[in-house]
């Protein structure tokens, strides 16, 4: 059974820095895409960010495009999301996501398994 395990999350100001971890169990994950979401309370979820299964290519959402970058170890099944100059509209829990696809996409129903979240909150 594929589990996803976020963790990282926590209280930051207006301008730092967070790292999430997405520890991927339960099978192997090559030639799977992954992904990183987030979800504000009274919002809809959103795409942040995703990775090909080889970490060749990667997709942004314009919002956090040259702030926040997504990586990923295929050797400890573990994905990655540097978050840097956080803002107070960061806030957010933040998912991660895997799709059984070589492709990185910011559709959400194309992925197969998702995370519990892990919370983000930015201070002013």
């Known amino acids: 059974q594929v589990q996803l395990v976020e963790s990282g999350g926590g209280l930051v100001q207006a301008g730092g820095s967070l790292r999430l971890s997405c520890a991927a169990s339960?099978?192997?994950?090559?030639?799977?895409?992954m992904g990183w979401f987030r979800q504000a309370p009274g919002k809809e979820r959103e795409f942040v960010a995703a990775?090909?299964?080889?970490?060749?290519?990667?997709l942004y959402a314009d919002s956090v495009k040259g702030r926040f970058t997504i990586s990923r170890d295929m050797a400890k099944n573990t994905m990655y999301l540097q978050m840097n100059s956080l803002k107070p509209e960061d806030t957010a829990v933040y998912y991660c996501?895997?799709?059984?696809?070589?492709?990185?996409?910011?559709?959400?129903?194309?992925?197969?398994?998702w995370g519990q979240g892990t919370q983000v909150t930015v201070s002013s």
């Open positions: 996501a895997v799709l059984n696809g070589r492709i990185a996409t910011s559709n959400p129903h194309l992925y197969d398994y």
């Open positions: 339960g099978r192997t994950f090559t030639g799977y895409g």
């Open positions: 990775v090909r299964w080889s970490g060749s290519s990667t």
